[in-house]
């Protein structure tokens, strides 16, 4: 076994190392790279080829384990770690999408990069290492891949852009951008952002790139040292009679579509585009039907129409300047878009941008409807979440239905990242947001549909968002052997097939709120970034306008079948007198009025209902709860027990609940006017009786009640109640807040 090499640069403060040969020596290649006290192992392998796929099986896996951040799975019964969480596909989403475009599509071996995190520190996050780690691991391998790329995490903060920010950081962060690529070209992108203008996001874009040339120094330098003779893979090696065979049929498909593309061009239905391409392929393959030709030829003759095809859609845009459908480059295609379309629902919307429909639907729930987070990097709760479904009938097609797959949570998760920011706090609308986009028909974007439907869908719900969101896509078709590109606006789905590029963005009037960008070739230059980011705000703008006479704002009431919530603020000393011993009192209120109630440390309660009678009732009972007891009132109460000399056995007094959670003692001597022998004489548990508030002991939580202060007092009697010196006994309440009850109560403290 050779020796462990370690090879390190410093990047922003911090130590960048890749250390080779330590670890997974039966894997083709394999390293780890630390960032800070953020470890994560690469390994790359090759498995057998698969002739009969017509795509490269690559396989990216990020690979969470909670011992990294010294944590034990919280389920109760099940102690490892499970499916991928949704973090864990993002970020594997994150490196596929960077390093897949490096390969040679015609590749036919399965390739997988798994991705393990081994250690994290909390403030270093593993997306930055992960992605150094996989360039490097293949760049180190047997297997031909056209790297190396590298990484860099950008935050803009306080009027500059500094490299790899801390969570607190990116948290108080203007803008956030991951990109990948290298000093010349931009391969990868994600980006959130709190309205970031397009020049400020161009700006740290470029000085991200030129960020890279370090860390590619880096990598290069443990290529050189430790990396294996690339292999060929069989799937690639073609012989020369082989070559010769497969340019005489390209000779043929080649001029046949040329040919025939005006029958195949000009068409804006996709349905009617898919029939005219099925139609002028078979003509294309009845060419190729004779005994003269094999079945791999006719395979490699598919093939080659589909290159052809995409070839001729790129000349059309780059020579003549429009598109497939006949759109001008910058021309949107049809809008339409609705609100309440569905009757029972908190809120709708619907949108439509040419065959690409989306439906989004506002769902309200009570704060204790949060998402609890208890991950490797992330703990706490999350009140806003966007989830989409892709159907198969959105395309045509039939397929089982599963759960989401990684496509659905990308999706999902870049429209929820482009909506936070304009999500209002909490304090100005307490309620946990569910949105979820259904794809009811696609042709090309419905990411950046789901963002309109999903604004129109909380405006409808009456959520107060601060500004409406709008997304589009930048497709781009090039030529790079003459230096020749052109961007088109708002791709659908045959331009995002022939094209080479995706790039997503989303914002209000006033800036970006997130941004997803993938290219098929090896990167893009800054120049063409730039004008994506240019050409994207025009199209939102239009796309705002059409929102703004829809919906013009947010509704003014929330619709009759949402639930309402009422915010209280309580001492949070008397956060124990409102639950309970056991959660005893909080419990008896939501049975008794079936609404949802949380609590917060600071003393914030939130009371949740649809029913105003009863969300009434039970505001009515906190507030008798939690509020001070005074003396010299009086309420009607039950007596709960008798209390005994502990010493003689005697009846002392009687204990009265009041209220819910809240008793107090009347001492024997305040039962009556006249000398008694026994409590019992006059009172018995179960009795209402009406008493009076003669004491409050606030150190001690004890209260005094008297019956006889509101009885005649017969001539004679004396006037002291008999409380001067003595205790009335009795504690009103507990503060044991552990509990955590089946019910409707949920304790907001985090507390088991």
Known sequence: MKKPQRFEIEIAGRKLAIEVGKYAGQADGSCTVQYGDTVVLATVSKGGVRPEIDYFPLMVDYEERLYAAGKIK????????????????????????????????????????????????????????????????????????????????????????????????????????????????????????????????????????SELKPILELIGEVTKTCGKEKEIPETLVVTDEHKKRQQDIVNVVDPFVKKNFDRISNIADKIELSTALKSVKAELLKIFASQEYADHDRAFATDAFEEAYAKEVARMVLETGKRVDGRALDELRPLSAEVAVLPRTHGSGLFARGETQILSVVTLGSPGDEQLLDEMELEGKKRFFHHYNFPPFSVGEVKPLRGPGRREIGHGALVEKALLAMIPEKEAFPYTIRIVSEALSSNGSTSQASIVASSLALL???????????????????????????????????????????????????????????????????????????????????ILDLMATTIPTHRAELSVYAPRIEVLHIDPEKIGDLIGPGGKIINKIIEQTEVAIDIEDDGTVFVTSENAEMMKKALGLIDQITREIMIGEVYEGKVTQIMKDRNTGSEIGAIVEIMPGRD????????????????????NVGDAVKVKVVDVDKERGRIGLSIKALLERPQGAGDDHGFSGRSSGFSHGSRDRRHSPHGGFRDRSGRP
């Open 74 to 209: 919280g389920a109760r019964f099940v102690k490892r770690e499970g499916r991928p969480t949704d973090e864990a596909v993002l970020t594997g989403r994150l490196v596929d999408r960077a390093i897949r475009p490096l390969f040679d599509q015609s590749i036919r071996h399965d390739v997988q990069v798994i991705l393990t995190v081994l250690s994290v520190d909390q403030e270093n996050d593993p997306d930055f290492p992960s992605l150094i780690a996989a360039s490097t691991a293949l760049m180190i391998s047997s297997i031909p891949w056209g790297g190396p790329i590298a990484g860099m995490q950008m935050s803009y903060l306080e009027n500059a852009w500094i490299l790899n920010a801390t969570y607190e950081q990116k948290e108080k962060a203007t803008a956030n951008i991951f990109i990948s690529g290298t000093p010349e070209k931009l391969n990868m992108m994600e980006a959130d952002a709190k309205e970031a203008p397009e020049e400020i996001v161009g700006a740290g874009i470029e000085q991200g790139l």
């Open 460 to 542: 409808d719900a009456g959520v107060p968002m601060k500004k409406p969101v709008a997304g589009i896509s930048i497709g781009l078709f090039s030529d790079e052997a003459r230096g020749a590109y052109k961007t088109v606006v708002d791709i659908q789905g045959i331009e995002d097939h022939s094209g080479d590029m995706d790039f997503k963005i989303a914002g209000t009037r006033d800036g970006i709120t997130a941004i997803q960008y993938d290219t098929k070739i090896a990167g893009i230059p800054i120049a063409v970034a730039i004008e994506a980011l240019t050409k994207a705000r025009a199209a939102r703008f239009q």
């Open 664 to 683: 107090g003692m009347v001492h024997i001597s305040e039962i009556a006017w006249e000398r008694i022998p026994n409590v019992s004489d006059r009172v």
